[in-house]
């Protein structure tokens, strides 16, 4: 098995662990507090795309880990509308409409649905970093998570670089560092407070 082979398994391992805490805090403590649903909306439609990208590439490891990510993320927003952050018709309509949208470049250019998976997904953890940015209270924002996602991005640059997909690479710089300064607001966050401020709903 190739040193490559290696990092592609533990990147596709990492993608489909990385978010599980986070769906689990936010039903756990039934709370969203802190947490922005448009950049989780942007993230789940980023996992989409690169869900068909992979599948039309075809990069196996790319299409399961984002795959499983779109049923991550689409928890989290369950619970963002539930929370009344967000309203149901948004995410449904978009995830339908980035679906389509892909399905149908993906069958024309690889190469241009490459260029809108990067468009869509690497932007994605900015809504959230500014999020974190303007409030100190973050009570329904997993640290395990970001801890994990900024090692998940880092992983994924590695292996972009080793397959010579700068698609796959080049992205994760944004993820890396994002992740890590809201693991390290959100541990500093938990330890300050020790419960939500924002009320739980029903």
């Known amino acids: 098995m190739s040193i490559t082979t290696i990092v592609g398994f533990f990147a596709t391992g990492t993608s489909i662990a990385f978010v599980w805490p986070q769906v689990v805090r936010v039903f756990a403590k039934n709370s969203t507090e802190g947490i ?16 068909i990208y992979g599948l039309n590439k075809p990069e196996g490891q790319v299409a399961l880990s ?3 990510l779109v049923v991550a993320l689409s928890s989290i927003l369950y619970v963002c509308v539930k929370h009344k952050k967000i309203s149901w018709l948004i995410p449904v309509s978009t995830l339908i409409a980035v679906f389509v949208v892909g399905s149908l470049i993906a069958n024309f250019s690889i190469t241009l649905m490459g260029w809108c998976t990067v468009a869509i ?10 999020r974190v940015y303007r409030t100190e209270h973050l009570y329904g924002v997993s640290a ?17 670089a080793m397959i010579d997909d700068w698609f796959v690479s080049l992205p994760n710089i944004i993820g890396t560092l994002g992740a890590f300064y809201i693991w390290v607001r959100a541990v500093k966050s938990h330890k300050k407070f020790q419960a939500p401020i924002e009320t739980p709903a029903n």
């Open 66 to 68: 984002n795959g499983l």
């Open 144 to 160: 395990a998570m970001y801890g994990l996602l900024s090692f998940c991005c880092l992983t994924w640059l590695i292996y972009g």
């Open 36 to 51: 922005s649903p448009y950049s989780f909306l942007q993230g789940c439609s980023g996992s989409l795309m690169w869900t």
């Open 121 to 130: 997904g690497a932007p994605a953890i900015i809504p959230q970093v500014v």
